[in-house]
C-alpha cells in the first residue's frame, strides 16, 4: 500500500521560496507518476506539477511554471516541490498523489490519482 507524507509548509511573504517534501513508502515507484496538486478555499483541486519517477520527465501548470520545480531523490524515496517567488494566488493546501494507471498518466487530473498524501498547508502573505 503506498503511504506519502507531505511536510515543509508554511507562511511566508510574497516573493519568498519554500521547499515541500513528499515521502513515500510501501511499494517501489517504478513507473509511478507523482504529482503535487493544490486546492485553495472554495476552489477545485487543481494540478501544480509531475514527475515521472523512471526517467525524471517534469511537467507544471502554466501558472506556476518557471517558479516551481519540481524534482526526485531515488535514494530516499522522496519528491520534492521547490517553490520561488510566491504569490498570494499559491495559498492553498498542497497535496502530493502517486499513480502509475495509463489514465493518471494521460490526464494528470487529480480524480485520476488514486494514493494522496495527507497535504500541507501553504499561506502567502501580500
Known amino acids: 500500500q503506498v503511504q506519502l507524507v507531505e511536510s515543509g509548509g508554511g507562511l511566508v511573504q510574497a516573493g519568498g521560496s519554500l521547499r515541500l517534501s513528499c515521502a513515500a513508502s510501501g511499494r517501489t515507484f517504478s513507473g509511478y507518476v507523482m504529482g503535487w496538486f493544490r486546492q485553495a478555499p472554495g476552489k477545485e483541486r487543481e494540478f501544480v506539477a509531475a514527475i515521472f519517477w523512471s526517467g525524471g520527465s517534469t511537467y507544471y501548470a502554466d501558472s506556476v511554471k518557471g517558479r516551481f520545480t519540481i524534482s526526485r531523490d531515488n535514494a530516499k524515496n522522496t519528491v520534492y516541490l521547490q517553490m520561488n517567488r510566491l504569490k498570494p494566488e499559491d495559498t492553498a493546501v498542497y497535496y502530493c498523489?502517486?499513480?502509475?494507471?495509463?489514465?493518471?498518466?494521460?490526464?494528470?487530473?487529480?480524480?485520476?490519482?488514486?494514493?494522496w498524501g495527507q497535504g500541507t498547508q501553504v499561506t502567502v502573505s501580500s
Open positions: 498523489a502517486a499513480d502509475r494507471s495509463p489514465r493518471a498518466i494521460a490526464t494528470m487530473g487529480p480524480a485520476d490519482f488514486g494514493s
